[in-house]
């Protein structure tokens, strides 16, 4: 058996809340047999352990009847757990209230109480419109016609079978609509993530086409349908370097959550979310007002919503939240202060990091590494790096790979580790190639670099660091080129190797720049 199945139980004890466990053993002790549950024993010896150990829990119960067929009683704790939280979440689950009325409901019409069972439905239905959810909408179809079936189709039914039809054919045509629009959207995002930001007329052409075949927005309907319409829009317009349009459409969900304010405490990590990318774009544009707003909500979210997180939700939220703050922090050249939320963002990797998708990892490596190379801590740029570059769970043709070995090359100058710079740069120029990389910013960077580290003198780096930005203030570049910046701001950093200015003073000078033609 593998160590993940075994290790099923342990995982399941150690995500539950204070609360939950409290609850489990309140449950728990309504089964009680004899002076001990061997459930609840076991519970808190597992609920202890700090890795799961079977064979110290072999040593710890040693001859007692709770070892007998000890597979089986896993498997019972397991699904009392299950259980459990079923019943301790049911309250605060509307979805989970929602299937309660219409199990009651199905209950009721097995025992011939009809009418009973039609008052149990038309309860239901109105917590499920008010939810919005067509699934459910056709589970409650589904049993209405049981009644009507019951009652011999008589004159006075006909009504409701014309109700029921037209409830199936919205519901219906709501679940294709978003079972649609949801397959679009994981393919773009699927595009983005693995090719990035447009860098060539092919990329634009498909984004573009993807906007152009969608539904009418007449068509659209459903709160659900709606938001993933808006998230379409949006990631195209990313992704095609429409910043100002692709805030619009983030902007367009948040409003969607706002006027339901009961969805934010449910899809806690979804408005997060939305709030991190506007965040981003604000910032992006030059709105730092509206983006420090933002920041606030999501600081005020975490304070009066963290108790009720789902472990998911803590994991989605630590990834986006977090990134986004470091993202935030470096785009201002504020190094001191990005540098003050590494140490909770070390606690939430450690916590976290296994749950994380392997490209979140990476994005959130790749800001602290950043963070410490503009802060000249090289050793610990290169350590987060290596995280990246040595994660078997990342797809070679995702796009911040690319970036994170531009970056340790950044890091090997620092460090005076030539040798390694020109290996190096042979192995990415072959790396980006073989993926269809290699972009007019790589290779100007790669031949930058590579001539950096064989030159005699510091005039030499600092003329090779200006020809460089000369390179990526070319007009026909520089559109595709800056996609490449929103990683990593390579052109500040070229500008401080000739000026003789720190990172952080060349960022805030054109930040204060930007602000300036902002205002």
Request: charged share 30%.
């Amino acid at each position: 058996m593998s160590t993940k199945v075994k290790e099923s139980l342990f995982e399941l004890v150690h995500s539950m809340t204070k609360s939950e466990k409290r609850y489990f053993k309140l449950m728990a002790a309504r089964h009680t047999i004899g002076e001990e549950n061997n459930y609840v024993v076991l519970f808190d010896f597992i609920d202890k352990q700090e890795r799961y150990d079977e064979a110290a829990i072999f040593l710890a119960f040693k001859d007692q009847a709770l070892l007998n067929k000890f597979s089986i009683t896993k498997k019972r704790l397991y699904d009392h757990i299950l259980m459990s939280l079923d019943a301790f979440h049911a309250a605060s689950s509307s979805e989970a209230q929602i299937y309660r009325l219409l199990h009651s409901a199905r209950i009721l019409y097995t025992k011939s109480l009809y009418e009973q069972a039609r008052r149990v439905l038309n309860s239901a239905e109105k917590q499920i419109r008010k939810l919005d959810d067509p699934i459910l909408l056709q589970k409650l179809s589904e049993l209405r016609k049981k009644l009507i079936e019951n009652e011999g189709y008589t004159e006075s039914t006909g009504e409701r079978i014309r109700e029921i039809s037209e409830l199936d054919k919205a519901s219906t045509d709501k679940i294709l609509m978003v079972n649609h629009l949801w397959k679009l959207k994981s393919e773009l995002m699927q595009r983005l993530r693995q090719k990035g930001i447009c860098r060539s007329e092919e990329e634009l052409r498909f984004f573009k086409q993807a906007v152009e075949n969608l539904p009418d927005p007449i068509d659209i309907k459903g709160f659900e349908a709606v938001y993933l319409y808006n998230q379409i829009r949006s990631i195209c317009s990313f992704a095609e370097r429409s910043l100002e349009d692709a805030r619009a459409w983030i902007g367009e969900n948040i409003d969607l959550y706002r006027k339901d304010r009961d969805r934010i405490g449910s899809d806690a990590s979804v408005y997060a979310s939305l709030l991190s990318n506007a965040v981003y774009l604000d910032e992006s544009l030059g709105n730092r007002s509206r983006a420090n707003q933002l920041l606030m909500e999501l600081r005020l979210m975490l304070r009066d919503l963290g108790a009720q997180f789902s472990e998911d939700q803590q994991v989605k939220l630590f990834g986006s939240i977090q990134s986004v703050e470091l993202g935030v922090h470096l785009k201002r050249g504020d190094f001191h202060h990005a540098l003050s939320l590494i140490p909770a963002v070390e606690v939430g990797m450690k916590r976290f990091g296994e749950k994380l998708s392997a490209t979140r990892r990476a994005f959130i490596a790749f800001k602290i590494a950043s963070v410490y190379l503009g802060s000249n801590l090289n050793n610990d740029a290169l350590k987060w790096i290596n995280k990246t570059l040595n994660d078997p769970e990342l797809d070679p043709s995702e796009d911040i790979l690319s970036f994170t070995y531009l970056l340790e090359l950044l890091v090997y100058l620092e460090m005076g580790k030539m040798d390694l710079v020109q290996y190096a740069v042979k192995n990415i120029q072959r790396f980006l190639k073989s993926r269809n990389k290699l972009f007019g910013f790589e290779r100007a960077f790669l031949t930058t670099v590579s001539k950096i580290s064989r030159s005699k003198s510091l005039l030499d780096t600092r003329m090779l660091w200006d020809q460089f930005i000369s390179q990526l203030s070319d007009s026909q570049s520089s559109t595709w080129d800056q996609a490449a910046l929103d990683y990593f701001d390579f052109r500040s950093w070229a500008e401080s190797k000739v000026t003789g200015k720190t990172f952080a003073e060349i960022i805030r000078e054109r930040n204060n720049q930007g602000l300036k033609k902002a205002s």
